[in-house]
């Protein structure tokens, strides 16, 4: 008959104590800690009361500073945008300033520096762009065409880029009997088009939309310029800010052209524009 008894008391104890409360009258889970005893015996405790609480769900989800948390874990330190609060603290002996919180292929973590990934774009066929040619437009008082396509591009997700470019300029005269002379010069404007490009050369194309605020990388070439067939090199170097609002990876192109010239005609090239030069290059970086 004791035997009963105590059976009975036992599952009746089980039963009663299924959410333990420490310092709480009114546990809101399996486990609940309110560390200042400052929770209502009835009830969900106020935001201010929650943080100092700790709490295990039924869900296996545990609430540190919240006694509804949606995670395994969750932390709320109690801060705002306007007073942020720190509510995470790991000391594995890598701990340093400017690291971040990374996981391995398992999902372990750790700190580590974070490298900023670059990705590259692909160099494709430049063409020589004739300075005094009929086949080229250059329209230098309206920046919104005048631009020919190289099969040079970056594929970009979603997002906001910073498109790093390296352009080499190559000049020669192409063998004809004149040059540039000290008085001469040209001005030469590199961007970007979402309008495919199938054969270098072609257009004129129309500076994509997406480009956030500088819409053109540029640099002046200055005369005198060598006879013959030896080119003389400039270069131009920047960065372009491109915004994929889209939901989809989109493929930019580089153009050349926009050119201001000090005179209607000169005589030349610039060689193989956008092309296979060693010193060309286009990168980008996603940015906030």
Known sequence: MKKTIYLISFLTI?????????NTENPRGVLHVDGSKNNPVSGNPSDAQQKDDFIILPSGNVGIG???????????SGGTIAAPVDGFKLVDGRQAKNKALVSDENG???????????????????????????????????LSTGFYGTTSYIDLAPGNWQINISLLLAYDNNAAATTLTRDDWFWTRVTLTDTEVLTSGSGPYTPTADLDGSKFLSNIFNGPAPLGAAPKYAMINGSLMISNTGSATKRYFMIVGGVSKSAASLPGRIRNIGGLWGENVISAFAVQ
């Open 14 to 22: 089980t039963n009663i104590y299924a959410q333990v409360g420490i």
């Open 66 to 76: 919240t006694t509804l948390p949606t995670r395994k874990l969750e932390i709320n």
């Open 108 to 142: 372990s973590a750790h700190w580590e520096y974070i490298a900023l990934k670059s990705y590259k774009g692909q160099i494709g066929n430049g063409f020589d762009l004739f300075l005094n040619s009929a086949n080229y437009n250059f329209n230098s008082s309206n």
